[in-house]
Every structure is written in C-alpha cells, then in structure tokens.
C-alpha cells in the first residue's frame, strides 16, 4: 500500500513537473520584411518550446487575404502588419485588444510613438509595433566604380540619378541603372516613390485625408522622372508588374541604384557582404529629402486560443536579445530607452535611416487598402499607366477621380 502511495505522488510530482505541450504560433508576414523578423524568430524558436510558424504572403494580397482567411474561419494567430492597416481592422472587430496587458509592460512608453498611435483605435491598443522603418535611396558602390562614377558621392538629386544610371546601364548585359517594384505593388511604391513629391511639399491626400490631391506639378515631374528612366532602358522590364517578390532586386549585384527600406541595411550587410553600397536620404523632385516612416505593427487575432504565447513572443521582440537581433539585420529599434545600446557597434549606416525619421511622413487613412495597396485600386493603376502607358493625362485624371469617388464613398 505505501508503496502504491509512494508510486502514484512520485507520478503526480513528476506530472507537475512537465512543462505544457508546446505550441506552434501560426504567423502571417508579408514577402520582403527582409531578414530581421526571420532571424528573430530564429532564435526564439531555438530557445522556447513554443514556436513560432511563419508563412510568407506577397505584400500586395495580405490584406484581402487576412481578411478573407477571418472571413472563413482560417486566420492565423498573429500578422505582421503595416501599420497603417491597423485601425481598419480594429474598427471591424477582428483584433484582440492588447490595451491593459500592453501598458503593463515597464517600458510601454518607450515604444515608438506612431506605431502605438496607428494601433489604437476609439482610446482601445490593437496593434504593438514589430519593426520601425524608413525608405532611403542605396547606390551599388561596386557599378558606380565600374562606370567611372565617384562611389562615396551620394546623389543629391533626381537629374544625378538618372545621369548616373545611364553610365551604369551602358555597362551592358543585365546590368540596370535603377529599380523598382511598381505598378503591381501599390505599398512598395507609396513608400517609395512619394517622398519625391513630398520632400517637395506635395502630397497625394489632404492631411485630413478627405481630398484626393494627386494631380500637382510635384507629382507630374515626378512621374516625368521615372517615365524618362524607363524609356531609356534604364529600369529592367520586369518591375512593371513587380508585385514586390523582388522588392531586394538590389540584392542581385546588377541594380546601381534603388530606394529601399532602412532594413535592407541589415540584409546587404549580413547577407550580401560582397556589395559595396552607400545609403542617403531620398531626393524630392526639387531636391529636398524625404522618407516614409512606417514599418509593421504585430496584431492578434480576435479570439485566437494561443493570445498568452503570443504575448511572450512579442516580449522576446522587446528583449535587449530580440532588439539586437532585429537591428542587426536592419529594424530600427522599437525601443527608444535601449535604442542607443541596441544600435552601438553596427554598421554606421544604419543612422542613415534614423535620420530619415525627421524628415518623415506616415499616411493616415482607414481607407488606405482600396486607395493604396489594393491591385485593383487607383493609385496601382496610376502607377501602371502614368508610368508604362501612353496617356499621362488620362491616368492623372482617372486615378484623381477613383480615389476620391472611394474617399467620398467611406465618409
């Protein structure tokens, strides 16, 4: 009978000692996040039972495809999430509100500032920043050479770039001068392509976002810049319905120049050792600087079971480890009390893309997908046809029209 005893309490302590069944988080983020989210989660999944499952989906179809998958029951647990989607989603009831947990955390008033603010919604937090980021312009410091260009001479204007990327064309073969993913990627071309207009003190929406205010003689210069690129050969044929898979075509060797997020910093660095490159601000039509400040907030699907192993997650990403990592392969940090020790020692050109953040803009519009992203909105379909089409006018006024037919629709 002791023995029985002793036998059934050995079995319940050693019972009490087995930790829970792991978990597998399922983790939607979209192509061209670069490495610093992928290695991240690298090293979490080496060091926690749970782990976290990450499937890629191109930039362009992740909205509808969230909500498509919440529609049918199909959603994963987390997204990593532009950041200017996350009030929409919010308003519709599909987020888990992370407002009490999230201000629990001892440093919630660190995190970066916009990212919190465009993941609330009616005073409620639905989304926690993932990665801060900025476009800057990057020049391949090996073509520059090649064509006789001074490669520690960042262009300061778009009359540069162009001169530039015709002697880096006139290398040859597969060799281009520029790149972009365009028409088929209405969110790599907002963040882009706009600070030219905006650097200029242009803009696409009225700062109330009521007014599409695309046509201006900013944007149709602008529009004259890449026009002029592409029918000079200067830009492969391929980026017209680039739907941003090849957003990292810089990565390649054979792109001169390219405006790229502050997080292909950390992926050329670490993964393209072989590249020499220079990074600066992005040149407006008139050659003041701009940038988009954004990057990705992670939210939580309404009421996904696995809420708890999220949220642990989510603290790694805030951990001075998790910080670390995600820097150094190119996010800016999060974290404003540890961004000084976070960035000490990594590659200087990183402060590149913190300075981008001064001279910054973030669209706010709850009707940013039909507007922007959307492949069937008017801003992809301004870019196609103003770009690669033969009727300028007529994209200025098609495009100008549509977005403000759906401003007025969602008023």
Same mark, same amino acid.
């Given at each position: ?57 191109? =930039? ?80 391949? &410091? ?10 520690? &001479? ?24 520029? =790149? ?45 810049? =890449? ?86 997650? @989510? ?9 670390? @990592? ?11 009390? @540890? ?24 669209? =706010? ?47």
């Amino acid at each position: 009978m002791m023995k029985t005893l002793l036998a059934a309490t050995s079995l319940a302590a050693l019972m009490l000692t087995q930790p829970a069944s792991a978990e597998t988080i399922n983790m939607w983020v979209r192509t061209g996040v670069g490495d610093a989210f992928k290695e991240v989660v690298k090293a979490y999944n080496t060091g926690h039972d749970d782990k976290v499952q990450l499937t890629e989906v191109p =930039y362009s179809e992740l909205v509808q495809k969230y909500a498509t998958s919440i529609a049918g029951g199909q959603a994963p647990d987390a997204l990593s999430m532009d950041l200017i989607y996350t009030p929409a989603f919010a308003a519709a009831g599909q987020l888990e509100d992370l407002t009490d947990w999230a201000k629990s955390l001892p440093y919630f008033k660190s995190l970066s500032p916009s990212h919190v603010r465009l993941g609330t919604y009616e005073d409620k937090l639905y989304g926690l920043p993932l990665s801060v980021e900025t476009s800057v312009f990057a020049w391949n &410091k090996n073509l520059y050479r090649k064509a006789g260009l001074d490669p520690d &001479k960042a262009p300061a204007t778009w009359d540069e770039i162009t001169a530039n990327a015709e002697k880096i064309r006139a290398l040859g073969d597969d060799t281009y001068g520029f =790149y972009f993913s365009g028409g088929g990627c209405g969110g790599c071309m907002i963040f882009t392509f706009t600070p030219l207009v905006w650097g200029a003190g242009a803009d696409i929406l009225s700062a109330d976002g009521k007014k599409a205010t695309l046509d201006t003689p900013e944007m149709r210069k602008a529009v004259d810049i =890449y026009r002029t690129m592409i029918k000079k050969d200067l830009v492969p044929a391929s980026a017209a319905s680039d739907n941003g898979a090849n957003f990292l075509s810089f990565t390649n060797g054979k792109i001169g120049q390219q405006s790229l997020g502050a997080f292909a910093i950390g992926t050329l660095v670490t993964q393209h050792p072989d590249i020499d490159f220079g990074v600066t601000l992005i040149p407006g039509v008139n050659g003041t600087p701009s940038s988009f400040a954004g990057g990705d907030n992670l939210v939580v699907t309404k009421g996904t079971p696995k809420i708890e192993q999220v949220k642990t997650f @989510i603290q790694y990403i805030y951990s001075m480890d998790g910080q670390k @990592i995600m820097a150094k392969y190119g996010s800016l940090p999060t974290r404003g009390d @540890i961004a000084e020790e976070v960035l000490k020692g990594l590659d200087p050109r990183m402060a590149v893309g913190l300075k981008a953040i001064s001279v910054a803009k973030t669209p =706010y519009t709850l009707q940013f997908n039909d507007l922007i992203n959307s492949n069937n909105g008017p801003w992809a379909a301004f870019i196609t046809a103003a770009m690669f089409g033969d009727d300028v006018d007529g994209a200025f006024k098609s495009a100008q029209d549509d977005m403000q037919s759906i401003i007025d629709s969602g008023q």
